[in-house]
Every structure is written in structure tokens, then in C-alpha cells.
């Protein structure tokens, strides 16, 4: 048996429960746990929300890039198909007289990719503007028209990076009179 010989105030307190600061200092604890994690998945639903909103302004900078490109790729559709409706003009003007018989056949000459956008003629030299992908047909072009009987002589060449084309100016003199 034991004897409490302490007076009654200083004898420690019987253990009855739970203790009121307890209760307060663990339910603060757990407000404050509760809003940190609130605060932490929130934070990172605004992060995830951001990278979305960075990827969204790349892809779009990237689509006004392509976007250029593609217009770019259709002024230049545009500009070939009036050089070919110019062409056809050409041909029919070739049809006439003996310069239009002349200049059909340099113009009769052309193969492949190569296109003719405009003839200058003063006297016996007509000069051939015109533009292609591809230098070697210049090349074979020039040979065509020495075959056919013409002195051909290449004034300029030079290419058009943006598109890819290389324009030309030949001058072309004489060849078969009809």
C-alpha cells in the first residue's frame, strides 16, 4: 500500500482523459496540415495549368511559322500560274507571221520544268526571261536551241532562295527564217 504524504495541492493530478490543450494543439496541427496540402495540390494544379498554357503559345508559334510558309507557297502558286496563263498568250502570238513562226519554234524547244515568262524581240535577237527548279535544264535547253540552228548566249542566272526557282535570261539570235 502506498501513502501520499504530499499535501493536496502539490500531489500531480489524476490522469482523466484527454486534456484540453491537447485537443487544441492537435486540431490546430491538423487545420494547419490540412491547408498546406490544399495549398501544395493547388500549386501544383496552377504549374500543370502554366506548362499547358506555355505548350498552347509554342504549338501556336509554331503553326503562325507554317502558316507564313504556306502562304508564301501559294503567292508563289499564284505568281506560276499567271506566267503560264502569260505562256499560252505567247503561243498563240507565236502562231502568227514569221517572227510568231521564229519564236514558236524557241519557244518549241522547251521540255521539263522550265518556263518561259516573257520574249523581248529587236530584229534577229529575242531575249527569253523565264524561270525552273532545275539549272541542268537551262542547260539542256540552250543545247536544244544550238541544235535547232539559233546562237544562244545565257545573260543571267540567279536563284530565288525563298521559293527555290532560278531565273534566266537568254538571248537567242538567229536560227531558220521561214
Known amino acids: 500500500m502506498k501513502l501520499n504524504l504530499l499535501p493536496k495541492s502539490e500531489r500531480p493530478a489524476p490522469k482523466r482523459g484527454i486534456r484540453p490543450g491537447f485537443v487544441f494543439v492537435a486540431l490546430g496541427i491538423l487545420i494547419l496540415g490540412g491547408t498546406g496540402g490544399a495549398t501544395v495540390l493547388k500549386t501544383m494544379e496552377r504549374d500543370a495549368m502554366e506548362r499547358e498554357v506555355l505548350s498552347a ?4 508559334i509554331s503553326l503562325q511559322a507554317q502558316r507564313q510558309v ?8 499564284r505568281q506560276i500560274d499567271q506566267h503560264y496563263e502569260d505562256w499560252q498568250g505567247l503561243q498563240v502570238q507565236a502562231a502568227e507571221g514569221v517572227h510568231g513562226r521564229r519564236l514558236e519554234a524557241i519557244i518549241g524547244q522547251v521540255t521539263g520544268s522550265l518556263w518561259l515568262e516573257n520574249t523581248e524581240t529587236y530584229g534577229a535577237t529575242t531575249y527569253l526571261n523565264g524561270y525552273t527548279r532545275d539549272v541542268a535544264l537551262v542547260s539542256r535547253y540552250l543545247y536544244a536551241l544550238e541544235a535547232a540552228g539559233f546562237t544562244v548566249m545565257l545573260d543571267s542566272l540567279t536563284s ?3 521559293i527555290g526557282l532560278y531565273t534566266f535570261r537568254i538571248r537567242v539570235e538567229g536560227g531558220q527564217q521561214q
Open 57 to 60: 503559345r509554342q504549338y501556336r
Open 160 to 162: 530565288q532562295r525563298p
Open 70 to 77: 504556306v502562304d508564301e507557297l501559294e503567292a508563289a502558286i
